[in-house]
């Protein structure tokens, strides 16, 4: 069983499309990051969240954290075929926060 | 500025050799990760370092992999006697030490190919 369920694992829509995934677990987190990975490349990171009921917004990406920090959503409004990529999350492990552990990912491709 | 860089970004090899994996970090980073990804899936955690010790060697999958990190700057990571089920994607990340939020910055990788 992963650590972190992210859905769905594949997601394939038109440009112009809204579109939210999710990345879900039972343990509590004192912290949670999304990253962005594009064929051929590293992951980037997107946005830490770290305080329950958290929204955070990045241009036409919006962030949330769970109010009781064991899940996280990430929507996009009006998808290009720039938001193409591997959508992952990511929660750093005690002690210390060092190890990171990564979901399996979303892959969104969008369709102009 | 400069990003964490791998060497090489291709290896092709053959099942039983030795491969050598290299990674420059970001300059002054303090902590960094070695990660492996399987074709389409997400990140394995395999390793990390703070400074030049490695705290965790938790993630290594088994006793042929091993890591060095000299001068507090580039890591090896060394896979011996490679076997097929190693191909991978291998990621190399630097974070500078003492962020709360542990943001890690990655290579492009390098794409390990065993025949």
């Known amino acids: 069983t992963q650590l972190l369920e992210q859905s769905p694992q594949f997601l394939s829509i038109q440009e112009g499309e809204n579109l939210t995934v999710y990345c879900n677990s039972s343990?509590?987190?004192?912290?949670l990051q999304w990253y962005r990975q594009e064929p051929g490349e590293g992951p980037v990171l997107l946005v830490t969240?770290?305080?329950?009921?958290e929204v955070k917004k990045l241009k036409r990406l919006t962030f949330q954290f769970g109010d009781a920090r064991k899940d996280s959503s990430l929507h996009i409004t009006a998808a290009q075929p720039g938001d193409t990529g591997l959508y992952l999350c990511a929660v750093p492990l005690p002690p210390g926060g060092f190890k990171t552990i990564f979901g399996a990912g979303t892959r969104l491709f969008v369709k102009a | 500025g400069a990003g964490v860089s791998q060497s090489p970004s291709n290896k092709v090899t053959e099942k039983g050799k030795d491969v050598e994996l290299r990674c420059d970090p970001i300059s002054g980073h303090t902590a960094l990760y070695w990660y492996r990804q399987s074709l389409g899936q997400g990140l394995e955690f395999l390793i990390y370092f703070q400074g030049n010790s490695a705290p965790d060697k938790s993630g290594l999958p088994s006793d042929r992999f091993s890591a060095e990190r000299t001068g507090g700057s580039v890591s090896t990571l060394t896979i011996q006697r490679t076997q097929q089920e190693d191909s991978a994607v291998y990621l190399c990340?630097?974070?500078?030490?003492?962020?709360?939020?542990?943001?890690?910055?990655f290579g492009p990788g390098t794409r390990l190919t065993v025949t």
């Open positions: 343990s509590v987190f004192s912290s």
């Open positions: 990340a630097s974070s500078p030490s003492g962020t709360i939020s542990y943001e890690q910055y």
């Open positions: 969240v770290v305080t329950g009921g």
